[in-house]
């Protein structure tokens, strides 16, 4: 079989491609798409451990295809998170300055962020900043309120692209780690560890193995590290103290340390920066954590009395380049999108309409008009209805009502679909992702052995 793309990497950027290009046929053939993964998941790298904020790009570099990704990645998503149930909710975004030469910087972060077409920024000052979040700590100085900044979910997303594509007919190929590529005048061959693919079209979306895949096919364009981000998730008794994404002025390094509500009901604190060399250290480091705790006690002092559920780490592709890189070559049949750094959750469906429009300039592509509808994902987040809430849901199926992880309120009739569907979770990692169950205080304490049989098929 020879497939008419196969696109390498199963993160948020990879997925949202195999979803775009399942939907597209060429000479009025559908595309025969196929999805390629080295791990045994989807979105299970560095697209589960991110801050999950949907960026409106207002802080982006102006004139970067970075900032027109994320601009319309924003709109793109948004739109996509309804149709599909991903939770999103509209908490905005409040920058604070703490000192002079900060508060010096906010007017031209509003520039800044007019010249990345965004104009709904507002400079306010101390006194506005305390009304709209009132525990923040001492010194504040003023503010650039971003009424746009929202939180989503980072785990639904991937898994409704890859749903989505699977419907479409693509072809999900997990526990297949690409080694090399030969490219012929006609097909390229993958070598993989579950053995040769054949594919027309190759889209590289590794993350932070896309360089090395993009240098297999003879290519010096890019050289990315890993920049750790470890963030600390507190309990939900902290939610009542923020309910706005509270965001650092943005230095040099990057966008620095911010205090965000999750759309699980917590509070997240974090990320660090820190530049690394190997590709899978996601450890969090007593360092880092004494660092995010002396951010916190500056930023948000009450934040610190409160309890903490979990801890995690995720690795930033950082490149050698300033911009990302998403580049075609036509003589390859061949597509990269690498470097995707630290927006590539909300320019995931920019990307892959990016990657559609350089593969249609050369293999001229329509629209399908035989599509299923969009998928519908479960409810995970705390802003809808959840469905142990759910009296009709419950009616119709007892399972429903019935908790098993009570931290979280998952049902058993969760677990069994997330165990059942045409994603399964193949591990509890994987079924944390899609249905929080053991991600909240206990840890899976309580309902350990239960769950664990369940995915064993004993109960
Ligand atoms: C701490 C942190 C905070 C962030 N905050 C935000 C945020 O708030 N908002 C936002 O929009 N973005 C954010 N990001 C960025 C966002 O998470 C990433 O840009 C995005 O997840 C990158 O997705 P990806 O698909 O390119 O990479 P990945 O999710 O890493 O996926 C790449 C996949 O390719 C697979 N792969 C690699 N090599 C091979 C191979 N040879 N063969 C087969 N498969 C292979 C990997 O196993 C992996 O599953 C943040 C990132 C971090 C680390």
């Known amino acids: 079989m020879i497939f008419d793309c196969i696109v390498v990497g199963a993160g948020v950027v990879g997925t949202a ?8 046929s060429h000479q009025g053939r559908a595309l025969n798409v196929a999805l390629v993964e080295a791990r045994e998941d989807v979105g ?19 004139g970067t295809m970075e900032s027109r990704l994320v601009r319309r990645g924003y709109h793109l998503l948004l739109n996509y998170a ?23 910087t906010l007017p031209l972060l509003q520039d800044k962020a007019v010249s990345n077409g965004y104009l709904e920024t507002s400079i306010v000052n101390a006194q506005e900043v305390y009304a ?27 898994l409704a692209f890859a749903h989505d594509a699977i419907a479409r007919g693509a072809h999900l190929h997990l526990n297949a780690a690409v080694t090399g590529a030969k490219v012929g005048p006609d097909e390229t061959v993958l070598q993989t560890s579950a053995g040769p693919l054949r594919t027309r079209w190759l889209i590289n979306a590794a993350g932070l193995g896309s360089d090395i895949l993009d240098s297999s096919l003879g290519h010096d364009r890019f050289h990315l590290h890993p920049r750790r981000g470890q963030l600390i998730v507190f309990d939900k008794l902290a939610r009542s103290l923020v309910d706005v994404i509270v965001l650092p002025v943005p ?23 820190e530049d690394l060399t190997d590709r899978s250290d996601t450890a969090t480091t007593d360092e880092g954590l004494a660092f995010l705790r002396d951010k916190g006690a500056k930023i948000l002092p009450a934040l610190l009395h409160e309890e903490v559920t979990a801890m995690y780490a995720g690795l930033r592709a950082a490149s050698d380049q300033s911009d990302v890189t998403v580049e075609v070559n036509a003589d390859q049949r061949y ?12 320019a995931s469906m920019a990307i892959a309409e990016h990657v559609r429009s350089l ?19 479960p409810n995970i987040g705390e802003n809808e209805l959840r469905p142990f809430q759910d009296e009709s849901l419950i009616a119709a199926d007892s399972a429903y009502g019935e908790i098993v992880c009570f931290c979280e309120r998952v049902t058993r009739g969760e677990i069994r679909d997330a165990l059942q569907s045409h994603l399964p979770a193949r591990d509890l ?3 944390r992702r899609r249905t929080r169950a053991q991600m909240g205080r206990c840890q899976g304490f309580f309902c350990g052995a239960e769950i664990q049989a369940m995915m064993d098929g004993v109960e």
């Open 17 to 24: 491609i195999a979803r775009e290009l399942s939907g597209c």
């Open 44 to 62: 299970d790298a560095t697209s589960k451990a991110n801050t999950a904020i949907l960026h409106t790009g207002f802080d982006a570099s102006p």
């Open 82 to 104: 309804l149709d599909a149930g991903i939770p999103v909710e509209r908490t905005g975004a409040l920058l604070v300055a703490w000192t002079e030469d900060e508060r010096l």
């Open 132 to 158: 709209r979040v009132p525990s923040l700590g001492p010194g504040v100085l003023g503010g650039l309120v971003v009424p746009d900044e929202f939180i989503i979910c980072p785990w639904t997303t991937p």
């Open 251 to 273: 230095s040099k390094v990057g966008k620095g340390v911010l205090i965000s509500p999750t759309v699980f009901g917590n509070v997240m604190l974090g990320p660090t920066a």
């Open 335 to 346: 597509v990269v999108a690498g470097g995707i750094r630290s927006t590539g959750l909300t």
């Open 359 to 377: 593969i249609d300039a050369n293999l001229p592509l329509t629209d399908r008009t035989d599509l299923p509808p969009t998928v519908r994902m």
């Open 429 to 431: 990692d994987g079924l």
